[in-house]
């Protein structure tokens, strides 16, 4: 027993006292996408993507490499160069320097093309990331509700089990004098164990929000305010569906998925073609000897054992799948769209009739109680129209949190769901600053510094 009571006051401070700070949903929203690894993860995936077109774009300059070579040699019992006697001991060395030069004049449109493919993998990283976001910001609104909603089903659960208590003191009191028999306060002390249950568990379903909370938004909640009016919707299904099938994060990546299998089909197209480069050459050895060359080459595919075809064919069915996958996202955002509009209809008329119910439950409970102690109901009477009323608030709290958490699933289905969005204030991640710092594939030069202070911003 004084063990509950402890757990009872810790939960009661808890809930009921106010923390030294409090906490609104925007600073949820706020604390989850700045904390957010899985945000951050991708946001180092789309900067690998920004990578692959720095390198696309290099394989359009020419590439020139220096090398040097060095050689000592001993020979035991040699003959010099030009003389037949033998000299033992005899040593040479040799050395050269060599700078070479070689671009690619012509690849069948190859290279280009495969700057084109590395774009549209950019952009469709960058789909890829909002929709990354819209979970997160979608997760810590749910966990922020679900704290409230538990808090305020403990307290529920708090008032019933006092409640409950006030009736097992009324019934003792009323078997004193005769009025009731023992199995009236059996009862009453049954339905008393299985409030203190009753509020275990709902203590324990607070302790698991929190923690979800925690993860969603990097710390424990504090002092969380009243929710704040949830954001406008579109008008209409018919509204919303267009808005989703247009601006959906998976719809605009399966598009630019779509572009690169299309592009790969021209690769493989190009790679039957002929292939023109030009080279250039100088090396200067340390006898002052050296020479210079310049040169063109180019080859043409012949015969690869059908391995040119046999690619041909698979980027055609790629094409197909690609295309088809397109087609299938956009009848995925809008299945999820529909079911978001409908559970946020379910979740309105679940509300009104359970505002009714409360309403019912309350009337019965406070006649049954009153008929109590004129001896026209029992206390088991009491106990089912007090479990009834818990149950009617209880299933109130949980279709209101219900609509809350849909008005933003609803906004998640239609793409809408970004911090950008949501006004919230706070510098977001510029998906752009960094593919303009690499994607002329900068090495050591102004364009390099400049990269060099987005990375240390990143770092921040």
């Known amino acids: 027993m004084r063990t509950f009571l402890a757990a009872f006051a810790v939960t009661t401070a808890m809930v009921a006292a106010p923390a030294a700070q409090a906490e609104t949903l925007a600073d949820a929203l706020i604390a989850a996408y700045k904390s957010s690894h899985l945000l951050e993860q991708n946001q180092a995936v789309l900067r690998a993507a920004d990578e692959d077109a720095a390198i696309a774009v290099a394989k359009l300059r020419p590439v020139v490499d220096f090398t040097t070579r060095g050689s000592w040699t001993k020979y035991d019992n040699a003959s010099p160069l030009g003389s037949s006697l033998p000299v033992a001991n005899y040593e040479t060395s040799n050395a050269s320097a060599a700078l070479t030069a070689s671009l690619v004049l012509y690849a069948g449109g190859r290279t280009k093309l495969g700057g084109a493919v590395a774009k549209e993998a950019v952009l469709a990283t960058r789909a890829s990331l909002i929709n990354v976001e819209?979970?997160?910001?979608?997760?810590?609104?749910?966990?922020?509700?679900?704290?409230?909603?538990?808090?305020?089903?403990?307290?529920?659960?708090?008032?019933?089990?006092?409640?409950?208590?006030?009736?097992?003191?009324?019934?003792?009191?009323?078997?004193?004098?005769?009025?009731?028999?023992?199995?009236?306060?059996?009862?009453?002390?049954?339905?008393?164990?299985?409030?203190?249950?009753?509020?275990?568990?709902?203590?324990?379903?607070?302790?698991?929000?929190?923690?979800?909370?925690?993860?969603?938004?990097?710390?424990?909640?504090?002092?969380?305010?009243?929710?704040?009016?949830?954001?406008?919707?579109?008008?209409?299904?018919?509204?919303?569906?267009?808005?989703?099938?247009?601006?959906?994060?998976?719809?605009?990546?399966?598009?630019?998925?779509?572009?690169?299998?299309?592009?790969?089909?021209?690769?493989?197209?190009?790679a039957m073609l002929p292939t023109l480069a030009a080279t250039a050459s100088t090396t200067e050895t340390n006898t002052g000897l050296g020479n210079t060359s310049v040169g063109l080459s180019f080859s043409q595919p012949i015969y690869h054992g059908g391995e040119l075809s046999a690619l041909y064919r698979q980027s055609l069915a790629q094409q197909e799948a690609a295309a088809a996958g397109n087609h299938q996202t956009v009848v995925a955002v809008s299945e999820s769209l529909g079911s978001a509009w409908s559970s946020l209809a379910v979740a309105n008329a679940s509300i009104q009739a359970s505002s009714l119910q409360v309403t019912a439950a309350q009337k019965a409970f406070d006649g049954v109680r009153e008929e109590a102690k004129l001896g026209a109901r029992t206390t088991l009477d009491v106990l089912n129209a007090e479990q009834d009323l818990l149950n009617a608030r209880a299933g109130k709290l949980q279709?209101?949190?219900?609509?809350?958490?849909?008005?933003?699933?609803?906004?998640?289905?239609?793409?809408?769901?970004?911090?950008?969005?949501?006004?919230?204030?706070?510098?977001?991640?510029?998906?752009?600053?960094?593919?303009?710092?690499?994607?002329?594939?900068?090495?050591?030069?102004?364009?390099g510094k400049r990269l060099d202070r987005i990375m240390d911003k990143l770092k921040k």
């Open 134 to 270: 819209q979970q997160v910001l979608l997760a810590a609104v749910a966990a922020y509700v679900d704290v409230r909603l538990q808090g305020e089903i403990v307290g529920l659960r708090q008032s019933n089990m006092r409640l409950i208590a006030q009736e097992l003191q009324a019934a003792k009191d009323r078997f004193d004098v005769g009025e009731v028999t023992l199995t009236d306060v059996s009862l009453a002390e049954a339905a008393l164990a299985a409030a203190r249950s009753g509020l275990a568990a709902a203590q324990g379903n607070l302790e698991v929000a929190r923690e979800r909370y925690k993860a969603a938004t990097g710390h424990y909640p504090s002092d969380l305010k009243a929710l704040p009016k949830t954001p406008a919707l579109p008008a209409s299904q018919d509204e919303a569906r267009a808005i989703a099938v247009r601006n959906h994060p998976s719809v605009i990546a399966a598009q630019h998925q779509a572009k690169i299998a299309d592009l790969r089909v021209q690769i493989a197209k190009g």
């Open 399 to 447: 279709s209101e949190a219900g609509r809350y958490v849909g008005v933003y699933q609803l906004l998640a289905a239609t793409g809408q769901l970004t911090a950008q969005r949501l006004n919230l204030g706070i510098a977001t991640f510029d998906p752009e600053a960094y593919y303009n710092a690499v994607k002329k594939a900068p090495a050591i030069s102004m364009q």
